[in-house]
């Protein structure tokens, strides 16, 4: 972890790998690092993140933060820069000890979340549409966000595919690496099949049995380094 905060600024977008390397407790999933952690009861829970609000405050620093009852889900990312960054990393790495003092745990239970990805051969046409219909609203790169952060991201790829050939509509699940082998292999216990898996550990194309398609994503690079990967919003540059 030195070496990464050694070499960066606060503005700087670490590369994946050394976010993920920097970061040990927490684990990657589009473009934020997530932390879930379980504590007995709700007061705990609470306790922990009124401690975390306190370090937040001092470093001008704000993760997102998610309380359900004792299960406190954390994200960090660098919204003006979009990425990881040394900030995160100093603000994660200091609230990975609190967790034993309000006498929690890491949750190591699976979680993922979802983007939708619309095929279309016109972006500009149709995307007022899908951001009239839910609220959302663009980003620079054409991408349509919950002003919330709560909902699904909507990602449009441009396409030229006739709609009889694939479905133009399917959802992208980014979970963490080390849970997406699992993720597969249920899905295929659950009836589905592998549509096309040539760009893992990056994603998998899955289909249920009526043909309808979801990509199983990890922040991972494709074996193919010329690939276009499932755009998860994130804008990541090497550390210079």
Known sequence: MSMVLDRCADQDVLPETDAVEAMPKWRLV??????????ADFRRAASFVAKIGEMAEDA????????????????????????????????????????KIFDGAIDAAPFSETQITIDTADVEAIRPFWAAVYGYRPLNDGDLVDPARTGPRI??????????????????????????????????????????????????????AEGNEACICTWQPAPNASAPAPTDGSRIIPVS
């Open 60 to 99: 001008d620093h704000h993760p997102e933060i998610d309380i359900r009852w004792n299960r406190v889900h954390l994200a960090l990312s660098s919204h003006d820069v979009h990425g990881i960054t040394c900030r995160d990393v100093r603000l994660g790495n200091a609230i990975v000890p609190l967790i």
């Open 30 to 39: 589009q473009g934020r690092m997530h932390l879930v952690v379980k504590f």
């Open 155 to 208: 990602f449009f790829k441009p396409a030229r595919v006739s709609p009889l050939e694939r479905n133009r509509v399917h959802v992208d699940i980014f979970v963490p690496a080390d849970q997406a082998e699992e993720r597969v292999a249920a899905g295929l216990a659950a009836g589905g099949r592998v549509v096309d898996d040539a760009q893992a550990p990056s994603w998998w194309v899955l289909a249920d």
